[in-house]
């Protein structure tokens, strides 16, 4: 059988287990001896995490505990965009985490150019926020998530391969 196969290259994170993640990071913070009093407050809204506490040191904890939790649910601290701190009112400290969700322009761009470097039989389209790519030959098409795999840690996104066929 020959046609084309194709697969999407999409940058996304599981939702609930991010809810579950902050769940978690809340009982914790609830519960420690060292952060109880601290008044944390860890607001989770579509796009972005909202941390407020009493100061740098318990908002540094916070976020540890954060990490830890998220890298236990299988999710890339890569989705994490820290802000940097500022001050909120009556001496707290407030963090933005924005979510990283998809695949920017400029980061559609540095994908295809790496596979399109190395690997002349496939092709690649931007659509959106996803990167779909095509060849005539499986091996092909493997070749180049072995390449994204081997090149992941330059990118400051998660990847994940979809809708192989």
């Known amino acids: 059988m020959s046609g084309t196969y194709s697969f999407d290259v999409v940058s996304d994170f599981d939702r609930q287990e991010l809810i579950n993640a902050v769940d978690q990071l809340n009982r914790e913070v609830g519960q420690r001896y060292d952060l109880k009093a601290s008044n944390t407050e860890i607001d989770l809204q579509e ?3 909202i941390i407020i506490t009493a100061s740098d040191m318990t908002l540094q904890a916070v976020e540890a ?7 236990k649910r299988n999710l890339s ?4 965009d820290f802000q940097l701190p500022e001050s909120s ?3 707290r400290v407030k963090q933005k985490i924005l979510l990283k969700k998809g695949l920017s322009q400029e980061i559609s761009k540095k994908i295809s150019k790496i596979i399109r470097d190395k690997i002349k039989k496939i092709n690649v389209s931007i659509q959106g926020e996803s990167l779909r790519i095509t060849g005539k030959n499986k091996d092909d098409l493997q070749e180049a998530i072995t390449l994204l795999r081997s090149q992941e840690e330059e990118l400051e996104v998660p990847l994940q391969y979809e809708n192989f066929r």
């Open 47 to 49: 796009n972005e995490l």
């Open 65 to 71: 505990i954060l990490r830890q939790k998220a890298t």
């Open 77 to 80: 601290l890569k989705i994490f």
């Open 89 to 91: 009112s009556g001496n």
